[in-house]
């Protein structure tokens, strides 16, 4: 009985971290400016266009008031493996009034296999609110994570997890979630 009360205590002593995950943010960073990438994707460079059509979920970092709404988005790629642009919208009706967000993600891209891959994006955005009482315009901020799934050449998935906040006076923070279908424009 001894002997386990000692092989606990150093075993509780023993640090839990490894060199990979201490040096994890320090190689996310420099992935950034480095052409990593795994293998090329299964999709060839056979379109002019990505076509993204899903809905989209916000939710107020402070108040977690949320809303939910279609999204459409085009993302093109004008230096292969370097720089993918896309450009969205998303309308959210709540409360008798349509907030209508654009944005324009700079995406960094990279092939985590032949048919999977993830993209690190910031941008600008910017909001159209259409309330009855006082309609207003606001410009923001937005980093985001996309990752495509492609199951096949005619089209594939997507999941997108954002971070936003606008130049307003109080400078608001949002959670986003949008989800969806892939599908290349020849």
């Given at each position: ?28 960073i ?12 299964a ?13 989209a979920?916000?939710?107020d970092a ?11 988005a ?71 994570l ?8 005619r089209?594939?998935?997507?999941i ?12 608001p ?14």
């Amino acid at each position: 009985m001894e002997l386990r009360r000692t092989t606990r205590r150093s075993a509780s002593r023993r640090p839990i971290h490894s060199p990979l995950i201490c040096c994890a943010p320090l190689l996310s960073i420099l992935g950034l400016f480095v052409p990593i990438t795994l293998p090329s994707a299964a999709l060839a460079e056979d379109h002019a266009a990505v076509l993204e059509i899903g809905g989209a979920a916000e939710w107020d970092a402070e108040t977690w008031q949320s809303q939910f709404g279609p999204s459409l988005a085009v993302e093109v790629t004008p230096i292969e493996r370097w720089l993918e642009l896309e450009l969205g919208v998303n309308a959210f009706r709540v409360s008798g009034k349509t907030d209508w967000e654009t944005d324009l993600l700079f995406k960094k891209p990279f092939d985590l296999s032949p048919t999977i891959e993830f993209m690190v994006g910031l941008g600008p955005t910017w909001t159209h609110s259409s309330s009855p009482a006082e309609p207003s315009n606001s410009a923001g901020a937005e980093f985001a994570l996309d990752f495509m799934f492609w199951p096949t050449r005619r089209w594939g998935w997507f999941i997108e997890p954002s971070y936003s906040v606008t130049f307003d006076h109080d400078h608001p923070k949002s959670l986003g979630f949008t989800a969806g279908f892939l599908v290349p424009v020849p």
